[in-house]
């Protein structure tokens, strides 16, 4: 079975400032990783996946997540904050990559952007 | 675009209370799934479906079933409502070719009195 764990349920940083939030998965085959946004009274929306080809990959909103499989770690970056930013973030894992059993999403973190 | 709709954005119920959650996708997707979204707790899948009149528990499905009698549509229903699903329950589709890559609607935040 496969798990994710996200660090902070809350992220604040600075318009401008670095956005790094963590996520770690537990799997026990080669794991497909996403990340998902929900932004204020919207349903989720896919950002960046990673499927086993690149392990840097770019997502939509200037976002990108860095595959590494010493630190069973897919960590979600964006250079620089913007308040269009402030939304809560999931982390996924799919051990599948087939069949219809859905994926297993982390807590969420809520990254807020101070002006 | 990928259109999931969901038939309510709020509802009120009352404990003991048949309730019908209503979902609804336009492009033609197998699988669909309910969610429910709590603080805290991230996503639970409640219950998943890969194809007409099919139907998959998933992590939660006590006191809850579902009916997919039409592709395009899968129901979420409580047969009972208890104060203990008041929630955000989250609908998603996506295509048996690019599979995790979920399409969502918008939520039904219910509150169960």
Request: charged letters at 20%; aromatic letters at 12%; a neutral charge.
């Amino acid at each position: 079975a496969q798990s994710v764990t996200q660090l902070g349920s809350h992220v604040s940083v600075s318009e401008g400032a670095l956005v790094l939030l963590r996520c770690n998965y537990s799997s026990s085959v080669p794991p497909y990783l996403f990340w998902y946004v929900q932004y204020p009274n919207q349903g989720l929306q896919l950002l960046l996946k990673y499927t086993s080809a690149a392990t840097l990959v770019k997502g939509i909103n200037g976002f990108e997540a860095e595959f590494k499989k010493s630190e069973t770690s897919f960590h979600l970056t964006k250079p620089s904050a913007h308040m269009s930013d402030a939304a809560e973030y999931f982390c996924a894992v799919s051990d599948s990559g087939g069949g219809a059993d859905g994926l297993t999403f982390g807590k969420g973190t809520h990254l807020i952007i101070q002006p | 675009d990928v259109k999931v709709t969901q038939s309510s954005r709020y509802l009120v119920k009352r404990t003991g209370e048949k309730v019908f959650l209503e979902c609804v996708q336009d492009m033609d997707h197998e699988n669909m799934f309910w969610y429910r979204q709590d603080p805290g707790l991230g996503l639970r899948l409640i219950y998943f479906s890969y194809d007409v009149k099919m139907k998959e528990k998933g992590d939660i499905p006590e006191g809850y079933s579902v009916s997919r009698e039409k592709k395009e549509r899968f129901s979420l229903i409580l047969e009972s409502a208890s104060t203990n699903q008041t929630s955000m329950y989250l609908c998603a589709s996506e295509s048996a070719i690019a599979k995790n890559i979920q399409y969502f609607g918008a939520g039904t935040r219910l509150s169960v009195l």
